[in-house]
């Protein structure tokens, strides 16, 4: 008697939808789940709800494919042991692409993916997602880029595919990217010293350098010095990294910095030593000065 009630009740109300639909609103699906890895439980900043959902991680299926999702996953967010051979400094993706990947404005995956082939203007033709990944590992990673067949890139894309189930391809996706800020009459780094200092330090050190686990690997990573982005990366454009700081720093409190802030920290960040731009010959890196603007 007992079963087919259960059963009943099931097919009824209890029945969780796991099917993926697109960016449309679903509120029941806001509240992560408690299988979620404690970092991921953070409502995107403003207008919760607004941003596509990408699957959880509880549902990655038990398949071959399934497999290959799940490493694709430990390489995004544990780089530096999974994808060391490519890796040139001492930060993993997930060191920008916050929450795995999944957190709006801080370049998610989910709706990157579904974007490419894309048009990009720093190397004025189209590229594939692969190539887009390339770039990431070159310059953000300081590294070399995986062959697009590399295991490892296919890891990536598997789970970049996952991530992004039910997404709609081709259109711009709210939350892509990092967000806008405007430009203030004047950025000034000596301003965002002090900003620094005061919102940032106590992770990222009163010398930008970051905070390390006693296994070597990074808590809180560098924000320049040997184990930072180089300088052809994304991140050292002021702008992109005003941007990513707005919307995603200091760590838990998204958004509570004004634009002058951000900018502010920016600048300062920006005027600090990183890697070379790998690009360019080391006489140029050395006495060619580049402006905030360029990468
Ligand atoms: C130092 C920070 C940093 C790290 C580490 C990093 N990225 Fe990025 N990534 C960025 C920035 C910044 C952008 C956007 C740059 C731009 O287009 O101006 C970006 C863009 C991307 C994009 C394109 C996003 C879009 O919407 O088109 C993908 C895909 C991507 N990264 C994947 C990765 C992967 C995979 C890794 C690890 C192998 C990685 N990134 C590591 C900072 C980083
Ligand atoms: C509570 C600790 C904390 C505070 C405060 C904090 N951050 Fe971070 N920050 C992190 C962590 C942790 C990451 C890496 C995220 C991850 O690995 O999940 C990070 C990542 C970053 C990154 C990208 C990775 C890199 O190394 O380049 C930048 C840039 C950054 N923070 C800048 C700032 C700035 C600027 C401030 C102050 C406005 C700030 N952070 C305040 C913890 C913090």
Request: hydrophobic share 35%; glycine share 8%; with cysteine.
């Amino acid at each position: 008697m007992l079963k087919p009630i259960l059963m009943l009740a099931l097919m009824w109300g209890i029945m969780p939808s796991f099917a993926a639909d697109s960016a449309e609103v679903r509120p029941d699906l806001v509240k992560p789940r408690a299988s979620l890895p404690i970092q991921l439980i953070k409502v995107p900043a403003p207008n919760p709800g607004e941003y596509f959902i990408p699957p959880y991680v509880a549902d990655i299926p038990e398949d071959k494919y399934g497999a290959v999702v799940e490493w694709g996953r430990k390489i995004f967010t544990d780089t530096q042991t999974y994808g060391k051979r490519f890796v040139g400094n001492g930060l993993n993706c997930s060191s920008c692409h916050l929450s795995e990947g999944r957190e709006p404005f801080s370049g998610p995956i989910w709706a990157a993916y579904p974007s490419y082939p894309d048009y990009r203007t720093k190397t004025r033709n189209v590229v594939t997602y692969e190539e887009r990944v390339q770039d990431c590992f070159k310059y953000s990673l300081d590294g070399i880029a995986p062959t697009i067949d590399a295991p490892e890139m296919e890891a990536l894309v598997a789970y970049s595919h996952w991530l992004s189930t039910g997404a709609p391809t081709n259109t711009h996706l709210p939350g892509r990217g990092f967000g806008s800020v405007k430009k203030p009459q004047e950025a000034q780094a000596e301003r965002g010293k002090d900003t620094y200092m005061s919102h940032c330090s106590q992770c990222h050190g009163t010398d930008g350098l970051g905070k390390k686990h006693p296994d070597g690997r990074y808590m809180f990573p560098p924000l320049w010095g040997k184990d930072s982005f180089n300088r052809a990366a994304g991140m050292t454009k002021a702008k992109t990294m005003a941007q990513f700081i707005r919307a995603n720093m200091p760590l838990g409190a998204p958004f509570s910095l004004s634009e002058q802030e951000a900018w502010d920290i920016a600048m300062y960040i920006w005027i600090q030593d990183r890697p070379y731009d790998p690009r360019k010959s080391l006489f140029v890196n050395m006495f060619i000065p580049v402006t905030p603007g360029q990468h």
